[in-house]
């Protein structure tokens, strides 16, 4: 477990060393540009990191699923993370047995998203693409996160998106209503006097 957190102290070192020597002979806007990939890339070491020590969601040889069944640990299976620092892979102990989707724990632990993209890039790209065209918001991702997103899964972040808003509002309870409450009904003519 050291190594990856000496990566990370040697990347912060190299981030310093950049700043104090070879930056010097750069324009502010040069370094910027350049000090965001480098911060990117301990992001993502960071990141790595955090999920190296949550280990694999392993929880004894069975467990119990969603709907009752006994599920066998089958094997650990790997899946790519893509957040705002890149691309991450997660080690995951996968449970299955026949007629059960299969589970794998750690996915409930880590809240993980139903498709590969962060819950970030999701909220970038999905504020970005309500503003503009899917092409220009997929461009501006591109040149600033090393993160690649196909208009097609911008399309689909977008459609769940108001999806999720249509849910959370049928979810959501009525306001109370207050009987005792005082409503002035104030109407105005075409001249704008008051009635």
Not at 42 to 69: C, H, M, N, P, W
Not at 123 to 149: G, H, W
Not at 160 to 165: A, K, P, Q, S, T
Not at 166 to 193: H, I, Q, S
Request: with cysteine; net charge negative; aromatic share 10%.
């Amino acid at each position: 477990m050291e190594r990856p957190i000496s990566d990370m102290a040697s990347m912060v070192n190299e981030i310093l060393t950049f700043v104090r020597r070879e930056a010097q002979g750069m324009v502010i806007g040069e370094v910027e540009r350049h000090l965001l990939s480098l911060v990117m890339a301990v992001g993502r070491a960071a990141l790595e990191e955090f999920v190296t020590e949550k280990g694999t969601g392993y929880a004894g040889k069975e467990i119990v699923d969603a709907q009752g069944s006994w599920c066998p640990y089958v094997r650990d299976r790997s899946c790519s993370y893509r957040s705002i620092f890149g691309t991450v892979s997660i080690r995951r102990a996968y449970y299955y047995t026949p007629g059960s989707p299969g589970v794998f724990p750690l996915d409930g632990e880590l809240n993980m998203p139903e498709r590969g993209y962060s819950y970030v890039v999701q909220e970038f790209s999905s504020r970005l693409a309500v503003t503009m065209s899917y092409e220009d918001a997929q461009e501006i991702l591109n040149s600033f996160f090393p993160v690649k997103i196909p208009i097609r899964s911008l399309e689909s972040i977008v459609g769940d998106l108001c999806d999720d808003v249509d849910r959370f509002y049928e979810e959501k309870a009525p306001p109370e209503v207050c009987l005792d409450a005082a409503v002035t009904v104030a109407t105005v003519d075409k001249e704008g006097g008051a009635a």
